[in-house]
């Protein structure tokens, strides 16, 4: 069993989602509203109100690097284009698609990974709009297309699922365990590399199932499972690394430049049915769970569904018990201010939380106690981090590990006076980046004279 230095123990609060299996569902207004920008370079709309849009459709893109298009999720009519409501509040562009109850589609025609040039393959990824479905959103084919001179040895399945509550890996592992294999063989010929399944123990039930995708797919001379400690963050890829290879990944550096690749389950299986079905990224499963939710259930719906559209029918709230709307997990989520704001390919898990769950007590002065440091997963101190931004000393942030920090939260977790770690972190980060370009641009100005 393989496992990090650091992290925490939250509880699990698995149970309720754990049995049954991912129930399909659709919006009550037979309404999606689409962002059109869902990871990499911002793109561009490229249908106007009133178009008849088909399933699979692109609806809006970008020639840019680091771009990835995205696909309309329903067949119908464009109604609206306008900003609408994030899960963290921000006004973003969106497209609104009205169904006519067609079933046609626009899919691209099936292509075999293994036969076809992997610049295809690379092409095919990003033609169906596919990026990183952990959360952090990132093109795949920008992360499959490592810098030159880097080889890539090793490309790993996260099946950890570390964030409590959160079971949708599970169940896609559980239910789609030989198509997940599928898009991980595509990614490793790709690369030319290994595959390992990573999962942690209190999953051991997956154990046979994934052995027997891969028995069934012909790849036991290429791919293992390695079985990782159930612990917080433990699916962090940075920590996953540490944790399976004994490898570190260095400041300001990618999984790459220590020979990895780390993908979602969800990931991998949106890459086989890019290739088998020619279907893009436009539909995804997540959690809905809390204690203010009746009925905590694993459901896969079409991008763009606003979660308020699956309330009453889909998912029931109990009255007068829900305090805050988390899209994600506990640890690493967004708290929306209401249940508006469209599901997206990064989301994994909804949340209805009652007062008693996200009960985190008042925010005191800092105690200089220390115990944010043993449990921090990158081996920062958080403490110093966190004195040096009180006092506008970004350098000195920048030094004790602010760039390094994963903002999963382990430090303010333990923090006994309550201090906001996290939401200070992220303040400095955007105050250090926004110091960088504005040095960058005076270096630009000064260089053109």
Known sequence: MFTFKGGVYPPERKTHTRDGTIADAFPSTKRVTIPVTMGGFPNECTVSVGDRVLKGQVIAASEKYMSVPVHASITGTVVQIAPHAAADGAQVPCVTIESDGSDETAYMDPLDPFTCDPKDALERIRLAG??????????????????????????IINASECEPYLTVDYHTVKESCKKMIDGLAAEMHILGARGIVAIENNKLDLINVINDAIAETNHTNDMEIKIVKTKYPQGGEKNLITAILKREVPAGGLPAHVGCVVSNVCTACAISDAFRLGKPLIERAFTVSGGACENPANIRVPIGTLVEDLIGDVIRVKDGELVQILSGGPMMGVASADASFPVVKGTSGVLFLTKKEIYIGEEELCLGCGKCIPPCPMRLSPVMMARSLKANDYDAAVKFGLKDCIECGSCAYVCPAHVRLVHRFKLGKSVVKARAAKKNAAGKAAGGK
């Open 130 to 155: 596919i990026v990183g479905m952990g959360g952090a959103s990132f093109p795949t084919y920008v992360k499959l297309s490592p810098p030159d001179g880097i080889k890539i040895e090793y490309v």
